[in-house]
């Protein structure tokens, strides 16, 4: 079993940037490929970034594209989020999470994840 734990979440002006960490602890970080998602107010859980065990392999939702990036250093047992250019739309939840199926492709669907963070409020003024 993993612990996780977000923070770096705030507020933020539209067109700022800000920097998510989730540290784990427990089981072998390395042996989990990991996501985040990130949840509005009377939406559902919404898929933003994943990445593979090493690292290697990344995916992104269209509307992150080329705005966020996701990294991970498996030596310290940590996540990042690297998340540029926020606009409104970006208001949310984020929650990191571990997936330790050992998939081929990384999964995008929240539902595939085994453990959860608390979440950290990101808020974006515009």
């Known amino acids: 079993q993993v612990q996780l734990v977000e923070s770096g979440g705030g507020l933020v002006q539209a067109g700022g940037s800000l920097r998510l960490s989730c540290a784990a602890s427990?089981?072998?970080?390395?042996?989990?490929?990991m996501g985040w998602f990130r949840q509005a107010p009377g939406e559902e859980r919404e898929f933003v970034s994943v990445i593979s065990r090493s690292g290697a392999s990344t995916a992104y939702g269209d509307s992150v594209k080329g705005r966020f990036t996701i990294s991970r250093d498996n030596a310290k047992n940590l996540l990042y989020l690297q998340m540029n250019s926020l606009n409104a739309e970006d208001t949310a939840v984020y929650y990191c999470?571990?997936?330790?199926?050992?998939?081929?492709?990384?999964?995008?669907?929240?539902?595939?994840?085994?453990?959860w963070g608390q979440g950290t409020q990101v808020t974006v003024s515009s």
């Open positions: 999470a571990a997936d330790k199926a050992g998939r081929v492709v990384v999964s995008i669907q929240p539902s595939e994840y085994d453990y």
């Open positions: 427990g089981r072998t970080f390395s042996i989990y490929a």
